[in-house]
């Protein structure tokens, strides 16, 4: 009989033993999955950061009322600027504002176009044939193949 009973805890042992090996295997198995899955994630987003910072939105920017001189002579610009400004927001008028100044005026009279980083008065400037006030002004957010308008009322005299 006590043969038969240390065969009997031996199975058991033997099943203890097979359970918790299939439980560590499991562990183990849902451990890897979840890692993939969060460096999949990982991934995606840094995919996602990346792209975002290489999007570029389709704009048009014309100038007129002698603005035209400070912008290499050119009425108008069809440009591609970013879709998010150094911060990570989304491009607004204010972003464009900057860019204008950075990347795309020549000559560096900076201040015939903006005064404290805001648009010169007597400059109006308009978002899609609409007036910038009712559009938000600097917090307006570009839209693909927007078309603004700075139009300088300014005279010398």
């Known amino acids: 009989m006590s043969g038969a009973r240390n065969r009997n805890e031996q199975n058991l042992e033997t099943k ?19 890692l993939q899955i969060t460096l ?3 991934r995606m987003e840094a995919l996602t950061q990346k792209t975002l910072s290489n999007s570029s939105i ?9 603005l035209e ?12 600027i970013p879709t998010h400004d150094e911060g ?13 100044c950075i990347d ?4 560096g009279r900076k201040d015939m176009f903006i005064v404290d ?10 978002i899609n044939d609409a007036d910038w006030e009712l559009e938000g002004e600097g ?11 700075f139009v300088s009322t300014l005279h010398g005299g």
């Open 16 to 34: 203890d033993y097979d359970i918790s090996h299939h439980l560590r295997l499991s562990y183990r198995i849902f451990f890897n999955i979840a």
């Open 88 to 100: 990570g927001q989304s491009a607004n008028m204010d972003y464009l504002i900057r860019y204008l």
């Open 69 to 80: 001189l400070l912008f290499s002579n050119q009425r108008k610009h069809i440009l591609s």
């Open 117 to 126: 980083n805001q648009v010169r008065p007597g400059i109006l400037v308009l």
């Open 58 to 66: 389709a704009i048009t920017v014309e100038f007129t009322g002698g």
């Open 139 to 149: 917090n307006y957010q570009l839209q693909p193949k927007d078309n603004i308008l």
């Open 40 to 42: 999949r994630g990982r």
């Open 104 to 107: 795309v005026m020549k000559g």
